[in-house]
Structures are given as C-alpha cells and as structure tokens.
C-alpha cells in the first residue's frame, strides 16, 4: 500500500438524477445482499473514485484500497450512497466532483439493470438478433439512445497510453469536432480516450452548446484500468467486451482511429471485418485513421498491413489524414451526412444502427486458448471479412497475453502463442507486431522490456 | 355508426419524448404480431384520441370506430405512429393536440413495458411485496417516481359523472392546492378527474410554475370509459384496477375524496382498510372528505356509514370539509408536512410509499360471483380493517353488477347479488346504497332508471 | 373603510427576475426621495395587490387602503420590498402569490425607466417618430420585444364588465386560439382582459406550450380600476393612454374586438382610423368583430354605425363572425399568416410594426372640453380616416365625461357636452349610444341609472 | 497587406439573443449615419472577428483588414449584420463561431447604449456618484449584475504575453476555482485573460455547472490590441480604462494578480491606493499574488517594492501564494465567504460593491504629460493610499510611452519622462522597472530591445 495514500469518508446523493431504487434492488446491492453485485459495484466505484490518479494497474488500485467500503442506504429523497475509505482525489475541499458522482449512480443504474435483465426470458443471448436486442435494452436504459438527434456522435478510438505529442493533437482534433457542434464517444479512459473530449469541451464552450456529450463506453473488466475521465457526461458499462464494440458501431455514426497498440489494431479489425460483410456494402460509415506527423510511419504501416492481408477493398473503408485535425473534421461531418441521408432514406434510426449486419462470430467472445489462437485460419482461403475476423481474434489473443490476467498466466505455463497462416499475411502481421514493440506501443504496464507472448509461423 | 361522426388520417411523432423502441417491440405491436398487444394499443389509442367527446360509453366508441386503426412504424428520428380514421376532435385545424400526442406515446411505453416485464423471472406476482415492486417498476418506468421531490401529490377521488355544482367545486379545490404549489392526481377521466386538474392549471400559471403535474393513473379495462382529460400531462396505464389502487396509495401523498357513486365508496373502503391496519398505524396519511354545500347530506351520510359499520377509529382517519375550498387545501399542505417529517425521520422515499402496509387481500382481484359476494364475512366478528376489506369487496360487485360486461351478465343470468351480514352494518350499508340511487349517483350510463344489482339481506 | 378590510405585512423579494436598481432609483423610489415617483409606485402597487378584489372604483380602493404604504431597500440579494397593511387577498397563508410578486417588481421596472427616460435628451416627444421611438424604448426596457418570434400575438378588446355569457364567450375564444399556439394581449383587466387570457392558459397547457404569453399593457390612471388580472405574466405600464394604445398596434399583430361600452367603441375608431390611412392600406392587419349569439344585435348596430359614418370601405378592414370560437381563431391565424409574410417580405421587425403610420393627432392626448367636443369635425367633408379619428376623440370625450375626474366635474359645471356634425353622422351616433345605454353598457360603476353626459346636435 | 490573408462575406442574426433595435439606432450604425458611431464599431467588430488571429498589434489589424465592411438590416426575426471582407478566422467551414457571433451583438448592444447614455440628463460625470452610478447602468444593461447569485467572481489580472510555464499555471489555477464552482473576469484578452477561463470551462464540465461565467471586459482602445478570447462568454464594453478598472473592483469579488508588467502593476497599485483608503479598511476583499515557480523571484520583487514604498499597511491586503494552484483557490473560495458575511451584515449588493469607497483621483483619466509625470508626488509626504495613487499614474504614464500611440509621441519629441520623489521611494521603483526589463515584461509589441521611456530622479 503506497503510503501517500489518502482517504475520505463521506456520503453523496445523486444531484437532478432521475435514478430511484426498489428496495429488492437496494437489499441486493448491499454487502450483504447477493455478494457479486456488490462485489462489482465496489469494484466499479473505486474505478470511478480513482478517476484523477494516474495509475492503470487495476490491481494496484485494488489492493491500495482493500479497505474500501460502499454502502447503499435507502432515504426520503432517494438513494443515498456511503463510502468508506474512499480514494481522496475524488473530493475537492472535501465535496465530491459532480461528475464522479454522476458516474457512480450510472454505474449502480447499468449494474442493477443488467442484473434485471438477466433473469428476463425476454432476453436471447443464443441468436444474434436476441444479443443486438440486449445492447439497444442496455443502452435505451442508460438514456444514451436518444430519438430525433442528427446522427452526430463520433467515436474515438486509439491507445490509451500515447505520446504527449499525440495526445495534443487529439485534443486539437476533438477540438475541430466540436467547433462543428459533433459530440464524442470514447472508451472512456485516459489518453485518446480523454482528449478528443478534452478539446470538444472548449470548442463546445465556443459554440455555446450547452448538451455536448461525451459518451464513454466501458466494461467491468476494464474500467478500473481505464478509469473514466471526468469529462464524460454520460457512462455506460456494458458487460462485456463484444457488448461494448457492438455499442461503439451501433450507437456511433463514424469513427477516427488514433494511434494505439495492439488493443486498437484489434478494434479497427473488428470494424472492418463488419464493414466489409457483403451485406454492409451500401451503408455509409465514415472511418478516418489520423495522427500528428510524428505517427506517420505508424499509420502508413498499419495501411500497408491491410492492404497487404485484406486488400484494397479493405483499404476503401477508411480514409488516412496525417497532421490535419481540420480535414479529419471536416472528413467525419461530410461522411456524416451521408449516413444522415441514408438513414433517411432507408427509415433506419438515426440513434441505432439496424441495418448494419454483425456476424455472430463477432459477437462472440474469444476464448484465447493456446489451441484456438493455433487454429485460427489466417489464410486467404476464407473471405476477406472472415479473415478480418480472425485477424482481430489474433490481436485480441495478443492482449490477452499481454495484460489480461488469465491470458499471463496461460503463457507462463505453456509459452507464446504460435500462430499460423499463409506467408503472405504472417509476414506483415509479424513486421507490424515488431513495429508496435520497437514503438513502444506494446510496453507493459510495469515498463519492463517486452517480451513477445506470440510467435509468428508462416 | 352516428351519422355526424368525423375521421382523419395522420402520422405523428412524439416531439421531444426519449420513447424509442426495439426492433422487436415494433414488431409486436404491428397488427401482424402478437395480436393483443395490438388490440391493447389500439384500443387504448382510441380511448386516448377520443378525449374531446362526452360519451363514457367504451362500447360505443369502440363501435363507432370500428375501421380505426394504429400503424407504428420505425424511422429516421425514432418511431411514428400512423393513424387511419382516427376521431377528427383530437386535432385542431388537422394537427393533433400535443397532449393527445403524448398520451399516445405515454400507452405505447406502458404497453410495451408490462409485455416485457410480464415474461421476467424477477416479477413474483405470488407474494405481496412481489406485487408491490411490479408497482414500483412500472411508475418507475414511466418516469412518475422522481427522486427528492418533497411530498405534493394530491390525489383526487370521486365520480367521474358529477352536477355541475360539485364540478366547479372541485376545480375550486384544485385551485386552492395550485396556489399552493401542489400536484394533482386523479383517475385521468372528466369529473372529479378533471375538476381539480383544471383549477390547478391557472393556479400553477399564477404562481409561474412551470412543472405542475397532473398525473392520470388509469387501466386498460376502465381506459375507454373515461378517457384521459387533456390536462393530464403524465399518464400511466397500469394492467388492473388492484394495481392502480396500490400506485395511488403509494405514489400520492394524500387524498381527497369528492361526491361520487359506488366506485367512490369501493375507493374510500380500499383505503380506510389499509390504514386501519394495526402495522400502519403511526403512518400520517391525509384524507380529507368534501363537497359543496349541496353534497352535505352526501358527506354526512358516508360518514355516519362509516361511523355505524368501522366504528370510531375509522372516522379518525380523514375530515370532513363542506365547502370551504381554501380549508381543504389548508388541510391538506398541513397533512403533507407530517408526510414530510415522517419519511425523512424513517428514511422512507418521497417518492414511493414503501413503509405502508396492503395485505395481498387488497392487492388480489375479487372476482363478484353470486358465491363469492353472498360469502363475504360483513360482520363485527373480523376486525375492522378486514371488516373494511370485506365492505370494499361487496361495493366492487356492485360496480361490477352495474357496469362491467362480466358482471351485468351475471345479474341477467341469476338475478341480484345477495349480501348478508350483521343487521347493525345491514342496515346503514342498505342505507347508503338507497341514498346513492336518490342521487342518481347509481344511475346508468344510459341513463335509465336504476334497477338494483345487488339485495342486502340482514 | 370596510370593515372587512384585511390587512398583512409582508418583505418580497424578486425571484428569478433580472431587476437591480441603482442606489440613485432606490432613493427616488423611497417616500422621503421625490415625493411623485413613490406616489406613482405605491399606487401601481395597491392596484396590483387588489388584484383578488371584485371592486373596480380606484377611489374606493384608495381610500380603503390609506394607510397602505410601500418601502424599497437594497440587500446583499437585490432589492427588497416592504409592504405594510397591504390587502390580504394577494397572499396565500401568508405568502404572496407569485404572479403578483412579479408584478409589482414590473412596475418597479417601468416606473424607473419611464423616469429615466424623461431626463434623455434623446427622447423627442415633439415629432411622432420620436414618439413612436419613446413607445420602442419602454416596451424593449419591459423585454416584450423578442426578436425572432414569429407573429402570434393577439390582442383582445372588449368591456371590463361584460356579461356572464358573453365572459364564457371570451374563456372559448381565448381556448381556440390558445389552442393554435397563439398569445394572448389584453388591457389586463377583468371581463374580456381576462377570460381569452384564462382560455388559452388550459389551452396551451394541453399543447404543452411552457412560454404563452399573457402580456397585459395598462397605464397609471386605468391600473387603479382595471387591476391586472393574475394572468398576466408580462405586464407594462405605459404613461398614458395614446402610447397605450400606439404599443397594442405596433407590439400586436392581430385583434379581436369582444362586446363592450364607449370604451370599446374608441379603440375601435381608433384602429379604423389609422387603417383607413391611404399609407397603411397594403399592411395586412386581421381584426376580427366578435361575441356570443346573444350579442348579435351590438354586433350589428356597430357594424352598421360604421357603414354609415366611415362606410364600406372602413367595414372591409375587420370580419364579424357571431358565436363561433373556432371560426374566430381560424380567421385569425389565418390572418397571422399574412402578416408573417409581409413582414418578411418588407423586412419588417416581427416583434414591432415599424411600418404602420400612425399620425400625430392619434398620437397626442384629446383634451375634452366643452370647446374642443363643441368644435369636433363630424362631416363627411373631411377624409374618412380623419373622421375615424375624430369621432374617436368624441367617445374619448363621452368616457372621460362618464368616469375619469375631471371629465365628471367638467360635465357637473357646464352641463353635457354638444356634439355637432352631418344629420347622417349623428343620427347613428345617437342611435348607437342610446343602445349602449340601453344594453347596460354605459352604466356607471356605482349602479345608478344612466345619465348622458352628451348632447347629440344634429 | 499580408498576402496570406483569408477574407469571407458572411450574414449573421443572434442566435437566441434579445437583442432589437430601434430604427434610430439602425441608422445611427450605418456608414452613412453619425459617422463616429459606425467607427467605433467597425473597430469593435474588427477586434472581435480577429480573435483567432496571434497579432496583438491593433494598428496592424486594422491596416490589414482596411476594406472591412460592417452592415446593419432591420429584418423581420430582428437585425441582421452584414460582414464584407472580414477575417476567416472568425469562421468554421463558412459558419460563424457562436462566441464570436454573440460578442458582435454584445458590442453592438454597448455601442449603441453608451451613445444614447451620454445623451441623459440623469449622467453626472462630474461627481464620483455620478461615474459609478454610469458604470452601474453600464453593467446592468449588458446583463452582468444578476441580483441573488452568491459572491463568487474572480479577477483575474497580469500579463497578456507570458510564458509558456506561466499561462500554463493560469490555466490549473483556473481549474482549481472552476472547480469550486467560482467564475472568472478577466480583460479578456489571450494570456493570463485566457488561461484561467479556459481552466474554469474544463472543470464547470467537470461539475456539470451549465451556468459558468467568463467576463470579459475591455474598452475600445484596447480591444483590438486584446482580441476577447473566445471562451468569453460575456463580454462588455466600458468606454475608458478608469470606468473599466471601477468596474473589475465593483462586479468582482475578489482579485488574484498574476505575472505581467507595466500594466499590471498599474492595476495593483489601483487596487491598493483604494483598499487603503480609510473609509474601507472594514470591507473584506480578497487579493492575492501568484504564479508559478520561476515566477518566485517577480512576485518577491514585487511585494518588496510594495513594503518599501506603501509600507507593512499595504501588504496586509494581499497574500503570496508561490506555484499551489489549490492553496490560490482555498485562499480565495475563503476570502469570498467574508464577502459574502459582511455584504450580507451590511445589505450591500452581492452585485455590485456599492460601499466601496473610489476616490475621484482614481476615477477620473491621468494624462501623461511631461509636465504631469515630473509633478507627480511620489513622497511619504502624502498619506500612503494617495502615494499609491500616483505611484499607479508612474505606471499609467510607463504603459503609455511604451505602447500607446500619443505616448510614444511625446517621447519622440521631448525624450523620457522624468520622474521624482523621495529617494527610499525611487530607488525601489527604479530597482522594480529594471526587473521588469531583464524579465522581458516590458518588451514592446515589435520585439526590439528596450529603450525606458522614464527616468528615476532621486
């Protein structure tokens, strides 16, 4: 336990929330109620109350607060939380920040339905329209869907641990997005995660918009490595990591990739593995892969590397801008009012995309076993959106042997990943890999050297 | 079909409302879904859109727009409803009045919600508290229960056909509550169950109150014959009249009983019962009984029923108040200050009534055969709340008897009802229910003589 | 005094309202400061406060209140008010009703300014631009001048003491148009000042509409015997009646003219009047006559008065439509439609009719003496739009003569006033002020029987 | 003319805004009206649009935008600005930034009132009531005085061209106030006016405060050399630099001084010379000096001057706070609860400091001439807050030989002021002037060395 730690005791209630309880829900939140609910609303909250550290080490933060207590406690004018140890960074003069505070009750909400949800026979998570039905149940109930709003919100995706240099020009990229009144939606952590929403803030300052969102998705697993950023004015926690992307395509009208490591690679081939479904061929979805100057090589690699495994058709969804955050901005409206005039024309809802066809192999979490990641066809022997798909379970296998903590300990029992395919694509795969590691995109939390948990077999 | 009867055709949108719905809920609703959910909505819809008439008889609306129908469709900016031979009074100069709109929408939500709910596991509708966290779930989901809002709701209760005396009695009495910056509740119909809404309107307007709420509790078995009055800014269907008695008891703050037939004095029961019982005996709860000066002998002799048949201890749990319009509300703001106190000392919500105790006997339906009244235990031998409950049941079989299809029917095949029980409660009960046919408070929607449903036998 | 007077002591404070005043108008306003601008304030404030009362004699009110005084302090939070035996009915238990709060703090604000302005060199009372420009300044100070609003706001003439029908007559008027989203301007009294005011408040409460406007306009000497209704939620004090009425045709865009006395008929002339100006003949103004069945006959004997003094040409400026609210309303938005786009079209300002030429003698005061009534130019030989503004200056003359002071004692001196003009004017004159007489609609506000205060010469 | 200049032709309306004009103030504006006023807000306007721009050289603006036309039209939704030529800076893909949009009409507003101010009678500039009453009236015009809100805005002063390490500071010294909800007023230039709002916005978002507020006030002859940052969201225009000063110590609260030069030294003895003077010895005004580590050395040299020449006495009004940005924000959220206590005790304003005592010396413009400079008293003869005084118009006369235009004049023409005094007073003085030089703090727009355009005489 560091120290310099400091903590606080104190007791909030939600501020102009709409949020009230039953008293099944708040018995069932209490420590004493059915243990993992509240062991996952603790574990959330201290995320959320850990907002201003810099720390992403999950454990770490776990354990530094071991002693953190959250309580619920029904009251005459609603639902009143009690923390106990809480983490200090999260008070200012001894009162909490709004918005930590506005986060904790998002998460109690999202927690409390999903629960709900779950005990639904309404619910079919074994068919991929029953999964699609869940994410829009999910979202609708965190009031992210809203009807009647332009489509408008841009999705950020990129590392969450980047460059000073590439943070900034997030910023200023954010900041052109919201000189044109576009709202974001992030991961909701730190790095890419913040900056897009950090300049948008200002911008919208400018432009006198007084609703900008600043939508971060999370998850569970994730959130207490990616501790929201306070600048998100609406948190959603999805259960999951293939809830969470299917949110990101469904809820977000087009989407700017910074650079990132392996994580953001997976992403970025998730969605073109979507985007390239023969289905999805007429539906408009701006994509613009951009980064300062000092990215260039980073981005013409990852260019090359499509081009090189999925093709020029592949490299048709997305549009690359080196150090223009005006002409990323000015990209993303223009390819958004395409999507306006298509959904238009098609009766689709601006505030979810149900046109847009996921294959239940995306919506399907990867299990990254030593046999599975062996066996994936990396071969141009299956369509391109299915190589996409395996491509993305590659690099989400190289996450997982990276930082996840099943993944770790799967490699020190039986070493690296191997990985097979067809030359032609195991060779870029590899040069990029080696690229991410010498950009130090692929670093461990801790910062010692890295050692690879994959061997590439061509 | 009536000769002078006028239709429109429209496509409306909900303007500013957060309603969006799923894929599937769209889907269910379409007349080639699940059937009832359609007729559902589509005979709620009716109801709704016949707002502007005068004729409180379900039937014949229902015949008279036969060829109606409701299309619901997905687009663009959320869903649209498309209306075919709808009644041309719920537009004015061919657009749709903003309340009719909404109420619309309001029974779409509520419709789609109790479908859904309806096949969760989580829902017990076998234990009481089981039933009284469906309530809760589904004010919540119409966003009715809001969270550190003081005690204001104002609920008003009495016959939905009224002289035109007591009429503008009670919208003296709603505006004495306006001035006083309460809210209103009623049955959502015309009567007593507009009165009060439209005299606290201009009294809101006075004191620039911009949120007045006037909240419609209705259901779908009662929605056709009273339609919602226009003024009602937030309605709720709720599946049954059991359901709907428990959201008015535990959503409102206090209530004030007005002149009415049989269905008001099944009301005043349902309520004395529960707080005669020995659990809620500390629980403040204001009821004030009033009228104009014309309705004295009425509220005498309601109170003298109570006296000779509950016994003291009932006629301490409301007041009577002839007209004095500023006096009741007096009464009442003063009743909602000990509400006040009493939640915030026991950590009860504002917003839901949690701590007040109802049997299953008042949350299960009755169901009025010739059996079941004949058995009915009227009698000093149970205790006065049960004696209540019992007295409560034997008025819900006359309403029954004189407007329900079930039980009219029953009256045609068998004859009247027949109630037996001790003389002394016989006898003020026979009393009463001769008093209420001299007032033509029993008389029919037809507007025919009254033949007795019902034979009280001592 | 009455017996029955009763008084209250109470401290107000604006709330919500923009207003602080100088420590110079804090002073001017104190009864210590100059003596004239506390007596204007104070009884401004003592007509406010009557708002509840049913008397209509300023005297009376007056002097029952004589010890009615008024004292203006600053606060850490802006001014505050003490009133020391003010009338009790503008509270409820104690706490003044919101409506009139904000009204005596409009007062405030026009009173101030009206001051102020005087001392600007600025303003030019000599010239009628300048005076138009005067009338600018105090309805922009009031914050009635919203640019970008479209045209809807509707003025209501009529009697202040109108019958009951006919005040039912105005509630529907006022329903319809409110219905239409329409606003409602009035001179902020009781009778027809009041019921389209009431109607449309239901009105626009169904239509969900959060900002109608009730803008009510009176004038230190009328304030007093027409004391706002509570209505009105912006109310503006003019100096006197003819900025009075130059800010009814310049802020409003359409009028209704509801049954009323000679008062009515003045306003009427003096609108017909500045219509008939060959410079206004292409501005589009809709006015429209109006009232229930049983006031049929008045419509018609006025109509006809009108044909036979200022003849067709004066009748094609207004519709008459007899008993039907909803004709009225649709006439008038429809006529808002044409004044939408001639303003657009001219670049007219929506919020004020910059366009309309009003010539000085409709702007300056009439001074009703024997030798000006004597001297009036009643001919035909005169244009007709100057006889419109000079038989309006004759029932100036016959109102003052009928209750303003000097008028009463001007008439008790030197007798009735003598009326000269062409047989053809007078005779319909006489006509329609004998029907006046005889419909009750001269009547003073003691009840006594009518006595003329003019002579008809022909 | 630069050749890179971008200029636009663009329409633009406010936006929400209440802004109407009459058809004299339309005419007064335009080109060919009184021509002065046309100028001045051309000028006004020039500033305003050049707010992205990095040149803080008004005369280079000007010179660079000299076929830059301003045009005014009444219109039917209000008035419309017609731009020709104007800087494309202010534009975003063709639209005009909200802020700037906003601060265009905000000039307008003033322009227009202070002209037609000068015009009243009620204006006493002779007196010292009569100024502070005029810049009330200038305030409350523009909307800045808003009764009821809780002392908690806070000057900002220092430098508009500091270093990278400074400006960062201001901006986290910004946040820690912003995040106790207290808003900021600055000139409203870039520097130390930006910093801190820009710091504010970030955590208002944080607190989901909607209302936060960035004054901005500034004066004609400075505005085009300051450009209001576009975060300002409330800009007003005082007509000179003494109104402008009375105004910062009047609607603010309390006062933290950054680093800068000349300038803001000649704030910071404005500000002493008036909290030393007797008469407000009682009244709580929170100052304090910061700024970030390297600035240690400054702010020490700084409070030595003061104690050398204005005494221990003066120092006891301020507080040094060295690179804490939250200690700044505790000092000072704790100095407003003694504001808000003693105007609370006292029933002054919270909106206007009205028991402030400014002395006419302060109020009224310093013209410095040589002959002015040499006879300033700069003695222990005369009571410190005088000495203050006229140390303030040293400073006053240093900015204007360095930087404004008549100024740089008389020292072309008759060479450096000299300056006199008591030698314990002038050798500080010169000790502080030389600091200043090494720090480059006094270095001029162009970037040239320095060259004093003073002399110390002891």
Known sequence: MAPSRQVINAQVSPKGS???????????????????????????????LNTGAHSDNAKTILEAYQDFEIRIHQQDRGVRLELINAPADAFVDGEMIASTREMLFSALRDIVYTESEQSSLRIDLESSEGITDYV???????????????????VCWGGHSISTEEYKYTK??????????????????????????????????????????????????????????????????????EKRLEAFVRAGHGIIIFPGGAGTAE????????????DNQDIPFPVVLTGPQSAAPYLEQLHAFIGATLGEAAQRHYQIVVNDPVEVARQM?????????????????????????IEESFQRPFDPTHANMAALQLTHAVPPHELAANLRRAFSG??????????????????????????????PLDRLLQAFVEQHRMKLPGGAAYEPCYRVVS
């Open 18 to 48: 709409l949020e009230t309880l039953s008293q099944r829900e708040v018995q069932q939140l209490s420590a004493a109620g059915s243990g993992n609910l509240y062991q996952l609303f603790r574990q959330c909250a201290l995320a959320i």
């Open 136 to 154: 829009f149940h999910l979202l609708r109930n965190a009031r992210t869907l809203r009807a009647g709003v332009e489509p408008k919100m841009v």
């Open 172 to 241: 200023k990229v954010g900041h052109e997005l919201g000189l044109r009144s576009l709202d974001i939606c992030t991961g909701c952590g730190p790095g890419v995660m913040k900056g897009p929403m950090k300049g948008a803030t200002i911008a919208h300052a400018k432009q006198r918009l007084q609703g900008g969102r600043y939508l971060g998705l999370t998850e569970p697993g994730i959130i207490a490595a990616e501790a929201p950023n306070p600048i998100v004015n609406e948190l959603v926690i999805l259960p999951d990591i």
């Open 267 to 278: 992403e970025f081939l998730y969605l073109l593995g979507i985007l390239m479904h023969p």
């Open 333 to 357: 409206a223009q390819g958004l009012k395409a999507v306006k005039q298509f959904r238009r024309e098609r009766h689709d809802a601006f505030h979810f995309n149900w046109l847009l066809r």
């Open 398 to 427: 190289i996450v997982a042997g990276n930082v996840k903590a099943k993944g770790i300990q799967l490699i020190e029992e039986r070493g690296p990943y191997e990985i097979h395919g067809d030359p032609d694509i195991m060779r």
